[in-house]
């Protein structure tokens, strides 16, 4: 098993192979989820992989953010860059850089980063469909879970074992973005979650969405014998001494076969933690004590300076060779070098005179040849013949010594041979001309009510669940002439797919043909059991490729991502039918560990809670499918008197996502939106449709 570790810069990249990481993984460019970190320059990329690759170690770059269709070019050109210099592979969460991807650097490997909401068997096959040959998988999953996923994958899975742990499941954020216009699918998280807030009416006096860092530190060799390819240790935004300090407790401890010890746990929770670790998702013991925060402290003086001299003077892990050599009367001496992967150096010297006094001997020449020092190799097995009665110039073996390791270091550092395609944006679409129809999404039966159903929208929406438990009534709507299609979860493990099974089936008895899809997982189970695939906005659509790739997929419509302008919505190549949300309070997180429960002590998700911030402001808080928590911004979209702008974007249709609203609310809203009628929220905002996004 790898250990995989952060490198936010140059120094932090060699305190990680000092460290023993396996493999690092860096941002070149603005195209990564830590924008804030110190990341590198072209000549320090080029640097950083041939420092790295001479020492066996790999370099991952993240590209996992998403991208513009204005970005696209720089994003693949930055890719192809990386590529040229030798990069082992790339992290990518946008669908629509996939493709570019394929398309321009056909010969780089591809891993599906965990901000692709990567959490089933499903998600991972989606993956390696799309070539990808490593998959993140998402930090909620249980041991159960991620052994499963193990057992029956066809890629490589990489595991977070150590570092901060996000409240929302990753990739499905937008809590920055939405108040604050910073986005963590941008790489800018202004991290909230780390603020306190109070419940209701309570005085802001706690943090129920900080969760404390994750430390699987304990579980490693379990790990290993799942079949976990990359143990990954988070904080490309953390100082060099915690990215040594953390990978050498984690490598020190795989590589000896054990766990880390009492003193090594010490060292770690010095290094950086908000008041200890948890394993909660882990071992399936989710709750309150999951929770923490940094508390102020002085920084661990002594262990910092410990770890800075390791590094800045230290080689760490050498690169093992097994020395040849051949000493024969009337040939050249022969010398040879083979590293652990098979690379093999040879050359030839002098051809070696009788001896006059005392002649050359094995053990001697066998010294020699082992002289690596100064070097990053260790010489860790001989393999000689010296004929007696020769002699043999020491600085002649010195010499060849290092003009055998100077080859294969030459070897190690080549760049791959890969081929480069040229970006192309493709074929264009011409945007639908019509008036954008009107579809209505339900949380709730009790919402669809006859004063909703008579104005006969193009399209109700249910999640699956209520359809599947309100058969009778869904039916009654669809009889008197207005389509209903079911909305997946965003999240569902594969522990809850048989459930999820039984209820899109019972839809599909009822004659619902249509299903909403936002996770990539579930697109072959709709597929298998006969619906038409429509993308809601956990797929994260966010540029023209991306919709020709759903395209691709199989999928008939898409939603686009509301952290898109307006203007970028219009400009969109939409290959399918495309619409977006106009009307309804965002979702800001959905999150694994239940904060309603936590806070409570008892799940009481049929009721809406209310998370308040410091400033007052109040955000609903419902239950998702799971027993999750959706957490909903105060403020709805409201778009009805700016229908003369959606109305220009080229869009099938537009979205009326309904939460909080009761049934006349609902009909109120659609009667705005229709023009018939005079509905406006006391309080809404425009959402991103008017301001960029970081």
Known sequence: MEILSPAGGPEALRAAVCAGADAVYLGFGQFNARRGARNFTQDELASAVSYCHLRGVRVYLTLNTLCSDREMAQAVDCAAQASRMGVDAALVQDMGLVRALRQAVPDLPLHASTQMSLHSLGGVKAAAELGMTRAVLARELSREDIAYICEKSPIEIEVFVHGALCMCHSGQCFMSSVIGGRSGNRGMCAQPCRLPYGWGDELVNGYPLSLKDMSLAGHLRELQEMGVASAKIEGRMKRPEYVYIVTKVYADALREGREPTAEELRRLEQAFSRQGFTDGYYTGRKGPDMFGVREESKPPRELFAQARAAYEKGEGRLAPVKFYAMVRAGEPIQVGVEDAEGRVATAAGRVPEPARKRPTTQEEVEAQLGKTGGTPYEAVGMRT??????????????????????????????????????????????????????????????????????????????????????????????????????????????????????QLAACKEIGVTDAYVGNLGLAALCRELGFNLRGDFGLQVFNSQGVKEYKRLGFQSLTASFELKLAQIRDLFKAVDTEMIAYGRLPLMITENCAIKNQSGKCVCSNVNLLTDRKGVRFPVERAYGCRNEILNANKVFLADKAQDWKKAGLRAVRLLFTTENGVECAQVLEAYRGTGAYKPNNFTRGLYYRDVE
């Open 385 to 502: 013949l010296v004929e007696p009665g020769l002699a043999v110039p020491l600085s002649a073996l010195n010499g060849l010594r290092r003009q055998v390791l100077d080859e294969l270091t030459r070897l190690r550092t080549a760049l791959p041979q890969r081929r480069h395609g040229e970006y192309k944006m493709g074929a264009r679409y011409e945007n639908y001309r019509g008036e954008p129809d009107v579809y209505v999404s339900l949380r709730r039966v009790e919402q669809m009510t006859f004063e909703v159903v008579k104005q006969r929208p193009a399209l109700i929406t249910l999640p699956v669940e209520e359809i599947a438990a309100h058969p009778g009534e869904v039916k009654a709507t669809m009889g008197r002439g207005v389509p209903v299609a079911a909305v997946l979860p965003r999240v569902c493990f594969d522990r809850e797919l048989p459930a999820l099974r039984e």
